[in-house]
């Protein structure tokens, strides 16, 4: 089974850094991904890891530790149109499951 | 931006009655999905498909079917309609060939209520 857990709701101030934290435990893995959610919208992708170690993109990083079964997500310098859900996923084969999201409001 | 589009985007519908939903894709990727979104589960998979007529359970494959003929067409269908698959439908597709990473690209989904 899939068992993928991140906290609901996380708020932050603009120009702030969030982290936002993923842990799993899943029959298989072929690695993790980030997605970014804005209301009413579909998700879109942000990053993947499938090697432990920081995945860098611009602003967002994405960190991942196979043993421990844990990722995150680093938002930096927060912007307001950062507001959103983020999801994270496994990627088992080729399904990916997904965990329940989180929001993040970013407050000016 | 893959192209993929869902149809209809949205649909009011009664209990008891049948429902599909129709996923269409130009980029000739070899996976589909459908995905359903409730609030406090996250999306949640229903059946997918890893090529022409071969398509597979998810974990919330219950009341539901699906069918794909075509490489481009994933079908999804609500034999009869139930108030509990009031939910906001995503299809996505993946390939995995190459250095793709076999990420989703997702359609913009189709909000069905059932009354």
């Known amino acids: 089974g899939q068992n993928i857990d991140q906290p609901t709701e996380m708020t932050a101030t603009e120009g702030a850094i969030v982290q936002i934290n993923c842990t799993y435990q899943t029959s298989g893995f072929n690695g993790l991904f980030w997605y970014q959610q804005h209301a009413g919208e579909a998700p879109t992708f942000l990053s993947y890891?499938?090697?432990?170690g920081l995945e860098e993109k611009g602003r967002f990083s994405s960190f991942l530790s196979r043993s421990k079964g844990y990722s995150y997500l680093l938002l930096k310098e927060l912007q307001m149109k950062d507001s959103a859900s983020y999801l994270c996923?496994?990627?088992?084969?080729?399904?990916?499951?997904f965990g329940a999201g989180t929001t993040v409001t970013v407050r000016a | 931006d893959a192209g993929i589009t869902q149809s209809p985007r949205h649909k009011v519908t009664e209990t008891g009655t049948p429902v599909t939903l129709r996923c269409h894709q130009t980029e000739n990727h070899r996976y589909m999905y459908w995905y359903r979104q409730d609030p406090g589960h996250g999306l949640r998979l229903i059946h997918y498909s890893y090529g022409v007529k071969d398509t597979d359970k998810g974990e919330v494959s219950d009341g539901y079917s699906v069918s794909r003929s075509k490489t481009e067409d994933f079908l999804l269908t609500l034999e009869s309609a139930t108030s509990s698959q009031t939910s906001v439908y995503f299809c996505?597709?993946?390939?995995?060939?190459?250095?793709?990473?076999?990420?989703?690209?997702f359609g913009e989904g189709s909000r069905l209520t059932v009354l």
């Open positions: 996505a597709i993946s390939e995995s060939r190459g250095r793709n990473t076999g990420e989703l690209f």
């Open positions: 996923a496994v990627r088992n084969d080729y399904k990916l499951s």
């Open positions: 890891n499938v090697l432990d």
